[in-house]
């Protein structure tokens, strides 16, 4: 059974930094791209940035551009998101998913269930 | 990276059919054969329902089913049950290593 944990959420300021984890199971998970969308309250879903099996192809929106860095250890089985400069707007929960490829990018079959980013003073 | 667009919301009666639209742009829908469509329930996480555009992943019901026509893509539930009552969002792969999601469609079972 596939399993995605995030974990790693919580308050912090404005202007600091916060890093996400994801734990997998249940799949190979160094044969598959691997992606972190985020829902803010009561809001839609927006995609935030995605890595492809090898970690060769990386990409990210526009909204987070420069301040997120995304990585994989494949050997630990883990999906990370570095979150610098936080702003207020960047306050969402924040689900890991998995890809249906893995070096191309498709479609999330499998999701996490978040982890809660809450951007504060 | 504009979202795409969907309706806010839609409704219909139990055993009626409804489509919900998803329009983007020839950068994204137009381009790729690349939507998905999911199901979220308050408070949960969200569920693949289609993807590909038209195909269902196993143990989703016939009941929905998907389809593209230039920059628009479309979801359709036939056979409305109260279950379908939910939040559903497409996705399309945009290029560059980029997806964009719409805003969301909120369904009401009458």
């Known amino acids: 059974e596939v399993q995605l944990v995030e974990s790693g959420g919580g308050l912090v300021q404005p202007g600091r930094s916060l890093r996400l984890s994801c734990a997998a199971s249940?799949?190979?998970?160094?044969?598959?791209?691997m992606h972190w969308v985020r829902q803010a309250p009561g809001k839609g879903l927006e995609w935030v940035s995605g890595?492809?099996?090898?970690?060769?192809?990386?990409g990210y929106a526009d909204s987070v551009k420069g301040r997120f860095t995304i990585s994989k250890d494949n050997a630990k089985n883990s999906l990370y998101l570095q979150m610098n400069s936080l702003r207020a707007d960047d306050t969402a929960l924040y689900y890991c998913?998995?890809?249906?490829?893995?070096?191309?990018?498709?479609?999330?079959?499998?999701w996490g269930q978040g982890t809660l980013v809450t951007v504060s003073s | 990276q504009s979202a795409l667009t969907q309706p806010a919301s839609v409704s219909g009666s139990p055993g009626q059919s409804i489509t919900i639209s998803c329009t983007g742009t020839?950068?994204?829908?137009?381009?790729?054969?690349?939507v998905s469509w999911y199901q979220q329930y308050p408070g949960k996480a969200p569920k693949l329902m289609i993807y590909?555009?038209?195909k269902r992943p196993s143990g989703v019901s016939n009941r929905f089913s998907g389809s593209r026509s230039g920059n628009t893509a479309s979801l359709t539930i036939s056979g409305l049950q109260a279950e379908d009552e939910a939040d559903y969002y497409c996705?399309?792969?945009?290029?560059?290593?980029?997806?964009?999601f719409g805003g969301g469609t909120k369904l009401t079972v009458l």
């Open positions: 020839s950068s994204d829908v137009g381009s790729y054969n690349l």
């Open positions: 249940g799949f190979t998970f160094n044969n598959y791209a």
């Open positions: 590909e555009g038209n």
């Open positions: 996705c399309s792969y945009a290029g560059s290593s980029t997806f964009v």
């Open positions: 998913a998995k890809d249906f490829m893995g070096s191309s990018w498709s479609y999330f079959d499998y």
């Open positions: 890595i492809s099996w090898n970690s060769d192809t990386i």
